[in-house]
């Protein structure tokens, strides 16, 4: 059985069995999910974006091998795993599109988009659509798990129906859309998703402690939807983090200052570099 919506094998992306730790260019986001399952805040919604629409793919294959793993390399005190052994009767499965409780929805069409009878039963439908995994009991993983391959290129119906299902999320199923174009979902949906920026050119790195902090605010933002009190906390906790931002900018910029370099400044120089400084 080919669990990808309506995808015919000679299509398919064949994706070799990895780990997490075999993208090393995209550490960042790894250690960010990998915390978030460390702490137990697994988000029901991941929006992957980056330049490479294989290597999201490629990702989100093993994060769905990685909640499901059943002989994981790395886990948790309570075995929660936190990477995949590319190896299990589970892990195979995954890779090679057969496993019942994780599906790929990638565009069909001729237009090349994702229709709505690959999300609900239609008479054009392929035998399997989204709705089938989301309606149902997993059967063997310990997640069920959508990955939406170029979700960007939702139709309006298919985009619609899709966020009926994120506004409520069936239990212990995990979506994951990527996208190289996220411009062009529904903000509806972005705003539904935690966002991952996979690293590129120009992308930059996170310190150990902003990690720590994104991983944080990401748990946060994600519980802040519930209330308008959560919504208040979330801004509190964003503008007091700016403030340490603005902060450590100040004083990288203070250090750079000439005036540091010279004792004796006549006041109408060190004016002019003070407000070259601003």
Not at 58 to 78: E, F, H, I, R
Not at 89 to 113: F, G, Q, T
Not at 186 to 196: E, P, Q, V
Not at 256 to 275: C, I, K
Request: glycine share 6%; hydrophobic share 35%.
């Amino acid at each position: 059985m080919d669990n990808s919506a309506g995808r015919h094998p000679a299509n398919r992306l064949i994706l070799l069995p990895m780990p997490l730790t075999d993208f090393p260019t995209q550490k960042d986001v790894v250690t960010l999910f990998q915390r978030s399952l460390e702490c137990g805040r697994l988000g029901h919604a991941y929006l992957f974006t980056g330049q490479d629409l294989a290597e999201l793919e490629a990702v989100g294959n093993v994060l769905a091998q990685t909640l499901n793993c059943q002989q994981p390399s790395k886990s948790t005190p309570d075995g929660t795993p936190l990477d995949a052994c590319g190896q299990c009767v589970s892990c195979r499965k995954i890779d090679h599109a057969n496993h019942p409780d994780v599906m790929v929805v990638r565009p069909e069409s001729k237009l090349r988009h994702i229709t709505i009878g690959q999300i609900v039963r239609r008479p054009s439908s392929p035998p399997r659509v989204l709705h089938d995994l989301i309606n149902n009991k997993a059967t063997e993983g310990r997640y069920k798990v959508a990955l939406l391959v170029a979700a960007d290129r939702l139709n309006v119906d298919a985009a619609n129906s899709l966020l009926k299902t994120l506004e409520e999320p069936p239990e212990r199923t995990v979506f994951f859309l990527v996208s190289t174009e996220s411009e062009r979902l529904l903000d509806t949906i972005r705003s539904r998703c935690l966002r991952l920026t996979f690293a590129g050119d120009g992308q930059r790195k996170f310190a150990e402690e902003e990690l720590v902090w994104l991983s944080e605010f990401a748990v946060m933002a994600a519980e802040g939807e519930k209330d308008l009190f959560g919504r208040y906390r979330m801004l509190g906790t964003l503008i007091e983090r700016l403030g340490v931002v603005n902060k450590e900018i100040e004083a990288e910029v203070e250090g750079a200052s000439r005036l540091n370099d010279h004792d004796e400044v006549p006041p109408e120089l060190r004016q002019q570099w003070e407000d070259e400084n601003k």
